[in-house]
């Protein structure tokens, strides 16, 4: 039997790695205790995609435990041991606003919660391949220091600059303002690397630009395009903080994000380092993509201007996805922002009715 075991299971990533590894008829087993609501609120809540994936597919198991909870975690990795041949580590505290306000839980969750899942793994599974969803704030505000161009909608690295088509794994992830999220992050990232490097072990990292699809329970504080989405279909007020709205970030649907993942699966190296996102094919401002919002969904978005930017935030993001393309020449990204709007926009309308069938 092989079982792919997914952390953050009822989540954006993990939901969607639920859904392709099901598809495949692999064992799939879960674990999510749904500390998303508790982060952001109500409007967080994952429950009602836990309650889908169980519905849809009788190969799935779902636990709902806490990361950090050493005895619970072994426990399961215990049972199935050997048997797991493939682990997706999503669940996180993601939010670098919200980190802020409670560090301690925020570092538990990311650093801890992962060291205790890789020592479970390196006891339980060591021939398994262990995937991290590590995040582009390890970089920090470097990225802030290069040179911009500022045009009527984005910012725009100078074409003579090396990272003009993107930021490549060069980027120092030192000195630099990182957020208290970013920080926790990055000990986490340094964690799977070094599981890798000095054990042995399959593992891979994967540092995201925005993460992104109709899976997202998008809230105010995580989910860029999601919650940009919500706002435009129930006529909530959104709010840019900083740079004019003006700030690029490339963004990546889940599913071709699960799709990279499963290439790696199928060829592992040991402790590798990718950056990862939707690159020069699949990027916006936040002016632009509120205008692509307003133009899908055939409604007004409101929204009001802070002119003081997030901690740490990115003026301008740009995954240079080329090693990754390189090492694995037949993936590819399907999507781009407009066909990502679009899968949310139908999502955003059709929500109420599956939130209700399976809450």
């Not at 809540?45 to 806490?66: G, M, P, R, V």
């Not at 100078?158 to 920080?183: A, N, V």
Request: hydrophobic letters at 35%; glycine letters at 6%; charged letters at 20%.
């Amino acid at each position: 039997m092989s079982i792919v075991l997914v952390t953050g299971s009822a989540g954006l990533i993990g939901s969607e790695a639920v859904r392709f590894y099901c598809g495949k008829k692999y064992e799939v087993v879960g674990i999510d205790n749904n500390l998303r609501k508790s982060f952001f609120g109500e409007d967080a809540c994952t429950d009602w995609n836990k309650n889908q994936l169980s519905h849809e597919f009788s190969n799935y198991s779902h636990f709902t435990i806490d990361i950090r909870d050493v005895a619970a975690v072994e426990k399961i990795f215990k049972n199935y041991a050997k048997n797991i041949s493939l682990i997706i580590h999503a669940a996180a505290q993601p939010s670098h606003d919200w980190a802020a306000s409670d560090p301690q839980t925020d570092f538990t969750v990311n650093a801890n919660g992962t060291l205790t899942m890789l020592e479970a793994y390196r006891k339980y599974c060591p021939e398994a391949v262990f995937i991290f969803t590590s995040t582009n704030k390890v970089y920090g505000d470097t990225p802030n220091s290069l040179p911009l161009h500022e045009s009527e909608t984005r910012f725009e690295v100078d074409h003579t600059h090396k990272w003009y088509r993107g930021i490549d794994e060069s980027m120092t992830i030192d000195q630099s303002k990182h957020s208290l999220f970013g920080s926790s992050k990055v000990a986490a990232d340094i964690l799977v690397q070094e599981y890798g490097k000095y054990f042995s072990l399959k593992t891979g990292v994967f540092r995201g630009g925005c993460l992104t699809g109709p899976s997202h329970s998008g809230t105010k504080l995580h989910g860029f395009l999601s919650y940009l989405m919500k706002c435009c279909v129930h006529n909530f007020d959104y709010q840019i903080y900083g740079y004019q709205g003006k700030q690029v970030r490339d963004n990546i649907h889940s599913s071709d994000l699960i799709n990279a993942f499963n290439e790696y699966y199928k060829n592992p190296k040991m402790g590798e380092v990718y950056n990862i996102g939707g690159g020069l094919d699949s990027n916006c401002s936040m002016l632009e993509a509120i205008s692509l919002c307003q133009e899908i969904s055939s409604r007004e978005l409101k929204y009001i201007y802070v002119d003081k930017p997030r901690e740490g935030d990115h003026k301008w993001w740009v995954s240079d996805i080329n090693k990754f393309k390189t090492h694995f020449p037949s993936w590819e990204c399907k999507y781009d922002i407009p066909k990502i709007l679009n899968e949310i926009y139908i999502k955003q309308m059709e929500f109420s009715v599956s939130k209700n069938i399976y809450s």
